[in-house]
């Protein structure tokens, strides 16, 4: 069956810098773009970042431009966050996402086909 799950979470400091993976299991993963979101407590989940199957192509929600990197590795069939310099205001639980269309980049959370559990990330000030 289709699996993402999520890791590398965990508590840092404001300035600090953490790495999420998400691994893929049961389907082509290179057939799919992929994403990652976020969802802080009492908020709806918002896009951070979307890279296509070949990882040529980006997109960043305007909050982490600058700051977040993702990207892929498709024989590893796992996708990157690099998060730096890292705020408070970045405290969420963090989501990666597979879309079946794996050119064109989405920051709809409802075009994503597959969701992976959740990693939590803590940003202290």
């Known amino acids: 069956q289709v699996q993402l799950v999520e890791s590398g979470g965990g508590l840092v400091q404001s300035g600090g810098s953490l790495r999420l993976s998400c691994a893929a299991s049961g389907f082509t993963f290179s057939s799919y773009a992929m994403g990652w979101f976020r969802q802080a407590p009492g908020k709806e989940r918002d896009f951070v970042a979307a890279i296509n199957w070949s990882g040529s192509n980006t997109l960043y929600a305007d909050s982490v431009k600058g700051r977040f990197t993702i990207s892929r590795d498709n024989a590893k069939n796992t996708v990157y966050l690099q998060m730096n310099s890292l705020k408070p205001e970045d405290t969420a639980v963090y989501y990666c996402?597979?879309?079946?269309?794996?050119?064109?980049?989405?920051?709809?959370?409802?075009?994503?086909?597959?969701w992976g559990q959740g990693t939590q990330v803590t940003v202290s000030s």
């Open positions: 996402a597979a879309r079946m269309d794996r050119m064109l980049l989405s920051s709809i959370p409802g075009r994503y086909e597959y």
